[in-house]
């Protein structure tokens, strides 16, 4: 079994910073993309950053500047740090892993952190 325990968010005022931290345990050969997305309520789940096992990473256009994904391979951990957040930044955040179980897998497995809220507010 594979499991993606989240930690990190909270409350923070506008303009404030997070970091928020995704660890990999369990039964795992490697990892392929590692990623973050975010759901506001009553909106779609979004791409927020994702990072290559090498060290490529893509942002979507409102994280650029702003936001950091880095990636602790020997960890298996991703991180999100960000910085100047504004109230829409408020949504959940999930973390999400590309995953090789097993050498003679076919394709990687499709793992979900449980989220983690942020708030942004004064």
């Known amino acids: 079994q594979v499991q993606l325990v989240e930690s990190g968010g909270g409350l923070v005022q506008p303009g404030g910073s997070l970091k928020l931290s995704c660890a990999a345990s369990g039964s795992i050969v490697s990892i392929n993309d590692m990623g973050w997305y975010r759901q506001a309520p009553g909106k779609q789940r979004q791409l927020v950053a994702i990072?290559?096992?090498?060290?490529?990473?893509n942002y979507a256009d409102f994280a650029k500047g702003r936001f950091t994904i880095a990636r602790d391979n020997a960890k298996n951990t991703v991180y999100l740090q960000m910085n100047s957040l504004k109230p829409e930044d408020t949504a959940v955040y999930y973390c999400n892993a590309k995953i090789w179980r097993t050498m003679w897998a076919r394709t990687p497995d499709d793992y979900w952190g449980q989220g983690t809220q942020v708030t942004v507010s004064s």
């Open positions: 990072i290559t096992r090498g060290g490529s990473t």
